[in-house]
Structures are given as C-alpha cells and as structure tokens.
C-alpha cells in the first residue's frame, strides 16, 4: 500500500457532512469535524481504511469561546499515516460519547481527561480517580483553574533571606537572581 | 537552616555510672557514620546523579556508604526530587518503618521549596514540614562532588551527634502530623505507632502529643489486609478497592 492517505478515502470523507480536511503533509491529515459525527469518522477510519490504532485523546479548553477541544489521534499501520480528528463540545455541561466499543485504549484516555477537564464521556466503562486519587479539588488542567493561587493558598514558603546566607552574600556569593524578581510576572 | 528550637529534656532516672560510657558512645557514632545504608527513595530527576556517585567513578561506597534495598534494613532516606502529594504518603511510609536512628537527606531545589514547580499543584513544596530533613543538598541538579560533599557533611554530623532529626520527628510528632493532615486530609493515618514509638525510645516531650494526635486517635480505623487483584483479560471492570 502507498504510504499516502488514498485517494478514495478522501472522496469517501468528502461525503460526511461538516468536515474538514487539511493535508499537513502526505502522512499527516487533520479533519475538523461536527462532535455528531465523529463516531461515524471513526467507525469508517477503523473500518475500511486501516486505522485500528488510537495513540491518543487529547482535550484543550478554549475558555473565551467556552468549548472543548477533543483531538483523536489515529495511526494506520498499513498506510504509516496519522489522521487527527478535532471536534468542538461545549464547556457546560462538557458531556460527549466514548468511542471505547470502537477502541478499547480509550477507556483510559477519556478517564484522564475526566480527570484533567471535567469532561465526562457518556458509556466509557469506568469514570472514577485515575492518576490524581489524592485530588479533591476542581479538575486541575481547567483554564479557570488558578494554579498559583491554590499552591500559595495551601504552601507555605521557606525564607529567602536568612540569616547565614547573609554572610554568604558579603563574600560575594548568594543568590543572584532572587525568586520575587523570577516570579513577578510579564506585564 | 532555619533553626529549630528544641527542649532539652534532663536524662530521666538512671545518672551514668560507667566512666568508659562516653568512650562508647564515640565510638558506636563512628561505626554508625563509617557504615551507612542509604535508601533512595528516587522521586524525581535527581536520582540521575546517583549511580555516578555510587558506581566506580566516585565511589561512594569507599566511605562505607551503600544502597540498600528495604527501608528497615537502611540509615538514611534520600529523597532526590521532586516529592509529589501522593509519593508524599509513600515516603512517610516508608520513613516510619525504618529503624532508629535514621536519616533523611532532601538532593535538588525541589526539597527545599518546590524548586521549578514551586506552582504546581501536584508537588509538596517543604519537605521539611513532613519529615525531619537532617541535610539539604541544593541544586539543579547537584553533581555527584555535590551529592559526596554533603554526605561527608552528614558523617560529620552523626559523629558530633547533630544529626538528630530523627528525634526531633518524636519530639514534635504533632507537629509533623498536622502538616500532614493539612495535605492528606483528617482520616490520614499509618501503621506505625509513632507516640508508642516515642515513648519506648524514652523521647516523647511535650509536643509529641497535642490536637492532631487526638484527631489521629479519633479517626483511626483498625487496619484491614490490603487486597490484591490479579487481572488476566481485558475486562475493565472495577475488581475492588485500594486500601492503604
């Protein structure tokens, strides 16, 4: 097989309402697609063009225009050509179907992003605590999500400027670059 | 260092008799300072450095200082990195059950204040707030000279009788023990009996006991044998619970 995405898969996709094709390159596809669709994409991508392995689910949080981005990564091992399906949810409720009847590996990548995001995949097999068991807070890679808020809430610092690093600074060594001045941030 | 103030309590009872006691005690802190086993607990990058440290290059077993497989068979707890929440629980595991006198070395800036991800929400930032760290070695990461350099500065200390952080961990056990439970929640517990602990090795004071020690007692389960599942397959379902 040519290591190209064939042409009359191209054609076959084109039949699929909403979507999107830009060819990064000639073993690179991404397909912006309608979420409704997606398990269609899938289902025809595994079927009938070789594309059995998922490497990926990945999520971004557009929070300005207040969707979710899910990225589905395939690989076919015949044509050696990556397809990247983006679909858009909506951030509230944030609620979209699992593809796990059509790739198992799923199971784990949609229990990470339920983690990560909130996001919650209706039919995936398991939805609980994956990686952040000891986490009771919001799903941590949410933009809303202060980071550097929580930590200076629930830390306390050790002090820069003690005593017998003073001694220190007169000989001439020390800290160079004080973290107030590293942590300020960019106006 | 931030200096730490500790009680001095009298020795209670028995006065020492035995005018060679002091020679011994000398002595057993050489020995103690000449054969160290170290276990490294390698949580983040830092551990990079120790199989130089270790191996023929600097070879740090020609100060009698050697890796060690279980905790209660090691002297000193080297956390080299990074110490996430969650491996925060593991390592005041595995620290308990190491035998008396033990050690703990904090390698890298993380240790000391969460280093380059002094704003994740992911990492503990004080290492010294959960466990007593007798020794920091900072960098970024420190070379092996470092890593020697500071173990020699520990020899020192355990000879001179410095290194005493593991008394200070009874001492102010609940002290420790809140800051643990400021992380892990109020249900948090270990197997080890630490005031029982304290108290056999003669070292409770006065900060040994107080209101998170209550709160310990109150939400103390009796221990249940952990399950173990071993999954052939490729069902996914939930087989049981994790217990700590």
């Known amino acids: ?187 | 260092m931030k200096e730490i103030d500790i009680p001095i309590e009298a020795s209670v009872g028995q006065s020492r008799t035995n005018p060679l006691a002091r020679v011994f005690d000398e002595l057993v802190r050489f020995c103690r300072s000449r054969s160290m086993f170290m276990l490294h607990y390698c949580t983040g990058c830092g551990a990079i450095e120790l199989p130089p440290a270790m191996t023929s290059r600097f070879d740090m077993e020609r100060l009698g200082i050697q890796p060690m497989v279980t905790p209660r068979q090691a002297d000193i707890l080297l956390i080299t990195g990074y110490v996430s929440i969650k491996t925060l629980k593991r390592v005041i595991l595995t620290y308990e059950q190491m035998g008396s006198p033990k050690y703990v070395i904090g390698i890298c800036s993380c240790t000391v204040n969460g280093g380059m991800y002094w704003q994740s929400y992911a990492t503990a930032k004080q290492l010294d707030q959960y466990l007593p760290v007798d020794l920091y070695i900072a960098g970024c990461m420190p070379r092996p000279e470092a890593v020697l350099e500071g173990m020699r500065k520990l020899m020192d200390r355990i000879r001179s009788d410095e290194a005493d952080g593991w008394k200070d961990y009874y001492r102010r056990y609940d002290w420790y023990l809140g800051n643990q439970q400021h992380l892990f929640g109020d249900d948090w517990q270990t197997p080890a009996d630490v005031i029982g602990e304290a108290s056999h090795y003669d070292l409770a004071g006065p900060g040994t006991e107080g209101e998170h020690t209550r709160l310990l007692q109150q939400c103390q389960k009796p221990l249940e044998p952990q399950q173990t599942f071993f999954q052939i397959g490729g069902s996914l379902e939930k087989k049981g619970e994790f217990h700590e």
């Open chain 1, 1 to 187: 097989m040519s290591k190209t995405v064939t042409p009359w898969l191209d054609n076959l996709l084109q039949e699929i309402e909403g979507i999107e094709i830009r060819r990064k390159d000639s073993r690179r596809v991404r397909i912006d697609i309608a979420a409704d669709s997606l398990p269609t994409l899938l289902e025809l991508l595994r079927g009938r063009a070789g594309y059995v392995h998922l490497s990926a689910i990945t999520c971004v949080d557009w929070i300005d225009e207040s969707q979710f981005e899910l990225v589905y990564q395939l690989w076919s091992y015949e044509s050696q050509s990556l397809v990247s399906a983006h679909i858009r949810i909506a951030r509230e409720p944030g609620v979209y179907v699992s593809v796990f009847d059509l790739y198992q590996p799923a199971a784990f990548f949609e229990r990470d992003i339920h983690e990560m995001f909130g996001v919650y995949f209706e039919g995936s097999p398991d939805m609980s605590k994956f990686i952040l068991t000891e986490w009771n807070g919001p799903p941590p890679m949410r933009k809303e999500f202060d980071s550097e808020a929580w930590v200076n809430e629930t830390f306390e610092w050790k002090d820069y400027q003690p005593d017998w690093l003073k001694e220190i600074t007169e000989q001439g060594g020390g800290i160079v670059k004080t973290p107030e001045e590293t942590r300020q941030k960019n106006p």
